[in-house]
């Protein structure tokens, strides 16, 4: 069945320094969504993205949908202690409305203050 | 308006017996997916339902059930529970399928089977 997987697993990094999470599929994704998780707390949405080499900006995040619409990345830009958390990129298993959305099993951000 | 509020939070049982648990979505919103948490095998899908009728199932065993109420409220449960049962429940609201927006997510329940 279709796969979601993520690298890194875990990224320990200096406040100040910049962060990159890649999320491959092993199909097309007609879309993918990014949320994060809060140490203690549940997954939050950060964005979806649809269109082929999509490129979508949140302050210091950058998103990225890849031309194949099989991989998507996660930048943040100057890391804050605020960024701590899970990253978990997300994808329907198929175009239509019956297909279930799976997860990949996220990137771990631990930032030193 | 409100979020997606899951009950019990926290619940502790043994091996054997069964547990319930309830999801409510945001209100107007008609799809309810569960997932199982667990630190070593991230989100997990166990289930989706659309206006009461499950239209997706995960690959889980037959003790985990589900089903959704006509105002859209949801509730899953495991019976004979087992010690790897042990995990975070999360529950997420949609306005229409699960795969074409975003999902909100409740607090989860935490379950822990001695």
């Known amino acids: 069945g279709q796969q979601v997987m993520q690298i890194p697993q875990y990224q320990h990094v200096q406040e100040g320094e910049d962060f990159t999470t890649y999320c491959n599929s092993s199909t097309t994704l007609s879309n993918i969504q990014w949320y994060k998780q809060r140490p203690g707390g549940h997954p939050v949405f950060l964005i979806q993205?649809?269109?082929?080499?999509e490129v979508k900006k949140q302050k210091r995040l950058t998103f990225q949908f890849g031309e194949a619409k099989k991989n998507s990345s996660l930048h943040i830009t100057a890391t804050q202690t605020t960024d701590v958390g899970t990253y978990f990129c997300a994808g329907p298993t198929g175009k239509t409305s019956y297909d279930k959305v799976i997860f990949g099993p996220g990137t771990s951000l631990s930032v030193i203050p | 308006k409100a979020g997606v509020t899951q009950t019990p939070r926290y619940l502790i049982k043994t091996r054997g017996q069964q547990v319930t648990l309830s999801c409510s979505p945001i209100?107007?919103?008609?799809?309810v997916s569960w997932y199982q948490q667990t630190p070593g095998q991230g989100l997990q899908f166990l289930f989706e339902?659309?206006?009461?009728?499950?239209?997706n199932k995960g690959n889980f065993p037959g003790r985990f059930s589900g089903r959704q109420f006509s105002n859209s409220r949801s509730e899953m449960n495991v019976s004979t529970l087992e010690l790897g049962d042990s995990a975070l429940y999360l529950c997420?609201?949609?306005?229409?399928?699960?795969?074409?927006?975003?999902?909100?997510f409740g607090e989860g329940s935490r379950l822990t089977v001695l």
């Open positions: 997420a609201s949609s306005l229409w399928a699960t795969n074409t927006g975003e999902l909100f």
């Open positions: 339902y659309f206006s009461e009728t499950q239209r």
């Open positions: 993205l649809v269109k082929s080499g």
């Open positions: 209100s107007g919103h008609r799809s």
